[in-house]
């Protein structure tokens, strides 16, 4: 208290717009020492979750997609999407090994039956992701990493192929080698498991070795589901069984501080979740728990009942790849419902795409920043300045903030390290909308445009 006290003594007041119109416009605040009834308050010691991190994800197609640009350009983009006049990124996932976005299918070890995995290796990413990567801690060092596979390698799978799911034009899979619903696509033999364990052991060094430390990884990346592109479906018991008896032994008896967190869910039960953490094998070395898609639904439940286990939202909906203003709005309501329920961390999908932005799988996806294929031109979409809105004014290791009103559920707010305070607000009218915030004592009122994103940053001048 006695903190923001001294700061809101001698306020330093910023505040930034996003419309249709405008990516990123001055906003007037007005400041009053009279509180008003009707305000929202905020109390900058009623703390919730810490944060541990804003960021996207580092995808071969957006490395691919930069190479567009001449040098200079492609430094443009990356200091506004890690910079700290731009969206100041601080908390960055990759996959291990192919995703939906990778430009074709691969492993770090494809040859079959490589128990011992002699033929390990990460060739391909010092081509792609590594540059990705380093690109990005070049313009913030501070940049963190965490992982997580779409699919183990495609021999430590039950059909022995990347996907789980049959597309004649996509993947060739023959339907009757289709993983069954209700059932897991990994080898659940003692080889396969102790050797998939070896193989975030040897991802993590290989990555160390580089420069770049792996904070966390999700052991498997929506494992709810069979898809036509790189996947493995994992029955949660099953998942369970690898985490508690192979992969974190493995991380313990190697010394390895990478923490691993459950994930990424994307289904709307909670006993998912609920079969792990009830799991007291398993439960020891699980840090957290990843949700995404309809792990929407799961995250208050879990949220409720396990109020001290971190929770990550890992990885925004991607929409169509018209990257609309509605679609912004979108992502708006999503970015609050997590928050709320004790998200801490938010991470965009695709920063980059090339436009369209159409995945090897034949899904065109949003992306923060599109760049066209034939004009070279650079467009930063809707959702870049939305995760703008949010990433450059909260910083690792704020708190997030109660908020009491009639129009709390329509703001965001956070506590800086620094001590400052961080608002953001959303107006999804066709009408501008007054806004008033009282803290400690002081009042700060601004009107909302239509449609229109606004942060509202309080620090000591």
Not at 48 to 61: D, L, V
Not at 264 to 288: E, K
Not at 435 to 453: Q, V
Request: a negative charge; proline letters at 6%.
């Amino acid at each position: 208290m006695a903190m923001f006290t001294a700061i809101s003594a001698i306020a330093k007041v910023e505040s930034h717009s996003t419309t249709r119109e405008s990516g990123w416009e001055s906003q007037k605040v007005n400041v009053s020492g009279t509180p008003l009834t009707n305000a929202i308050t905020i109390n900058p010691d009623a703390t919730a979750q810490r944060i541990s991190g804003i960021g996207g994800c580092f995808n071969e197609m957006g490395w691919d997609a930069l190479q567009l640009l001449p040098g200079a350009e492609q430094t443009k983009v990356m200091e506004a999407i890690f910079g700290p006049d731009g969206v100041h990124f601080e908390y960055c996932r990759m996959p291990l090994g192919a995703n939906d976005f990778s430009l074709n299918y691969y492993s770090h070890d494809d040859t079959a039956d490589d128990f011992g995995l002699q033929n390990f290796g990460i060739t391909r990413d010092r081509y792609i992701l590594i540059p990705y990567i380093k690109a990005a801690k070049a313009v913030n060092p501070d940049v963190r990493i965490w992982a997580s596979p779409w699919t183990p390698p495609a021999w430590m799978k039950i059909n022995s192929h990347y996907a789980s799911t049959p597309h004649a034009k996509y993947n060739g899979l023959p339907a009757e080698r289709a993983i069954a619903d209700y059932s897991t696509g990994f080898r659940m033999e003692h080889g396969y498991l102790s050797t998939y364990a070896d193989y975030f052991l040897k991802f993590i060094k290989a990555y160390g070795d580089e420069g770049i430390r792996i904070e966390a990884v999700c052991p498997q990346n929506e494992p709810c589901s069979n898809q036509i592109f790189p996947s493995c479906k994992w029955r949660a018991q099953d998942l369970a069984y690898f985490v508690g008896r192979y992969l974190g032994p493995a991380f313990e008896k190697s010394g390895v501080d990478t923490e691993i967190v459950f994930g990424t869910i994307n289904t709307s039960d909670p006993d998912y979740v609920r079969v792990a953490l009830n799991d007291t094998v398993a439960a020891r070395y699980i840090r957290g728990v990843g949700f995404q898609w309809d792990g929407k639904k799961a995250i208050p439940v879990i949220h409720k009942e396990y109020p001290d286990m971190p929770l990550m939202q890992t990885e925004t909906e991607c929409g169509d790849g018209r990257n609309t203003w509605e679609y912004a709005e979108y992502t708006w309501d999503l970015m609050k419902h997590y928050f709320k329920n004790g998200a801490t961390s938010y991470h965009y999908w695709n920063m980059i795409l090339p436009s369209p932005g159409v995945s090897p799988w034949g899904w065109n996806q949003n992306s923060m920043v599109s760049i066209n294929r034939d004009t070279r031109e650079v467009t930063y979409n809707p959702e870049y300045y939305l995760m703008k809105q949010l990433s450059h004014n909260v910083s690792t290791g704020a708190y997030m903030l109660d908020t009491q009103g009639t129009d709390a559920d329509s703001i965001l707010a956070f506590r800086n390290p620094d001590g400052s305070i961080a608002v953001i607000a959303g107006n999804t009218d066709d009408t501008p909308r007054d806004i008033s915030l009282n803290i400690n004592g002081k009042c700060y009122s601004t009107t909302l445009k239509p449609h229109s994103f606004t942060s509202i940053c309080i620090s000591k001048s």
